[in-house]
């Protein structure tokens, strides 16, 4: 975090001891305190605060470090939130992007003297940054907030200044540097904290990523079961605004553990089940394997630290039913706990949604009559035995929206296995016949 004060020593020439030890002793545990606590409102930011933080603080340093340079060889104008604000906004969210719009712009006020007029400068270009930095899918819709925020800094600036014309290519060039470091840098920013932008998620989901190839050879029947599952999640969670890029992609990796040992999962079977062979208490940590394995493979390729959480996540802590079952009917008298899976469970809406999926996808499989009554039925029990294991108590979904998740997904199955019409058969002599006269 001293890193910029660092910077502003060898940059601002007529910076003074005095000032130096009454900002660190009253400026920064001021706003630390302060963002501390409106942060602790972002469920993703509570469960990886280390790698949010991290993320958060590297890049508002960066941000200002870049600000100091423009102050230096351009003017005060120059000075804009745009490279902090665009980041962390496509990183985390709108709010946290706010949020460090607040930082920044409290931080270049003090160091002008708190004048009122740089910090609503800075603060309104800094939120309408962050504003069109919502829902970007794509680099090349960047350009959106860049022009955005030049055109509204450059507004305020002939405002300010009786439209005076001398610091507006300053303010562009300015703009156009911070943006162009903003895309080179943001996928090493990505990759070192796992904190993910939905543009760097989309990159990741390319099906020709090492581990979904390596899904797709190994275990082709998991691969198939994760494109459905990725278009049930994307569908459900477009029903109660959750991010459906994270669920999609989310999806695609969630099993990647079973590519290890695919003949233990049933839908990569072919008549052999190697189960019946052994132990269920053996099974049951087998299984468990898929979850653990998936975990050490998202680390290794540093996969976003949210798809690591649907990883773990997506069975919660449930008991393997069959294989406990199969325990009570060999009478071993074995605890529960051992047919639990690691876990934990759904600690946030997205992995609560892939955990209904999954569920739902492994039970339309086996249904050999799919209609909106029976699914309906299938998914309200689903959802009572989850309710009641507890597996939903810390994902924060509400009724109002466990039911638009239901309906969604009712929705995809029964667009997903719609009958097809029996087209009639045609004699190859009259087709022959047709053919002759086209001809």
């Not at 545990?29 to 409102?41: A, D, E, G, H, V």
């Not at 890049?59 to 665009?86: E, Q, R």
Request: aromatic share 14%; glycine share 4%; with cysteine.
């Amino acid at each position: 975090m001293f890193l910029f004060l660092i910077t502003e020593i060898l940059l601002w020439r007529d910076f003074t001891w005095s000032f130096l030890f009454n900002f660190i002793i009253i400026f920064f545990p001021f706003w630390y305190l302060i963002i501390m606590y409106l942060i602790r409102k972002d469920r993703a930011f509570n469960l990886h605060p280390l790698n949010y933080w991290f993320a958060f603080i590297i890049i508002l340093d960066s941000g200002i470090i870049l600000n100091l340079f423009s102050l230096k060889y351009f003017s005060d104008p120059a000075v804009t939130p745009l490279f902090t604000v665009v980041t962390i906004t496509l990183m985390m969210n709108f709010y946290i992007g706010f949020l460090s719009s607040l930082v920044f712009s409290f931080y270049f006020s003090f160091l002008f003297g708190f004048p009122l007029k740089t910090f609503i400068t800075l603060f309104v270009i800094g939120i309408i940054s962050a504003y069109l930095s919502k829902n970007l899918y794509s680099r090349v819709r960047m350009v959106i907030p860049f022009l955005g925020a030049t055109i509204s800094q450059i507004i305020i600036y002939l405002i300010y200044n009786n439209f005076d014309f001398e610091a507006i290519p300053q303010i562009f060039i300015s703009n156009l540097i911070q943006m162009l470091f903003l895309l080179g840098v943001l996928p090493y920013l990505e990759y070192i904290t796992r904190v993910y932008s939905d543009i760097g998620l989309l990159e990741l989901g390319n099906l020709n990523h090492p581990l979904l190839r390596k899904l797709s050879l190994n275990a082709s029947g998991t691969y198939y079961h994760s494109l459905i599952i990725a278009n049930l999640v994307e569908s459900a969670s477009e029903a109660i605004k959750a991010n459906p890029i994270l669920l999609r992609v989310g999806a695609y990796f969630h099993d990647i553990g079973k590519s290890l040992r695919p003949l233990f999962f049933t839908e990569n079977q072919k008549g052999f089940n190697p189960h019946d062979r052994i132990n269920p208490k053996l099974s049951a940590l087998i299984l468990n394997l898929h979850v653990i394995k998936g975990k050490e493979l998202a680390r290794k390729y540093k996969l976003p630290i949210l798809i690591e959480d649907l990883i773990v996540q997506h069975h919660g802590t449930r008991i393997k039913r069959y294989f406990f079952h199969k325990s009570i009917e060999l009478k071993e008298n074995l605890s529960t706990d051992l047919f639990k899976y690691p876990g934990p469970i759904p600690q946030f809406k997205e992995a609560a949604i892939l955990m209904i999926a999954d569920n739902i996808e492994a039970m339309t499989r086996s249904m050999q009559k799919i209609n909106k009554k029976n699914i309906e039925e299938k998914i309200d029990n689903l959802i009572q035995d989850l309710y009641f294991e507890g597996q939903l108590d810390d994902c924060g979904l509400t009724l109002k929206e466990i039911k638009k998740i239901k309906n969604a997904m009712i929705n995809t199955i029964l667009n997903m296995n719609h009958s097809r019409i029996s087209y009639p058969e045609i004699p190859k002599e009259l087709l022959k016949e047709v053919s002759k006269n086209e001809n």
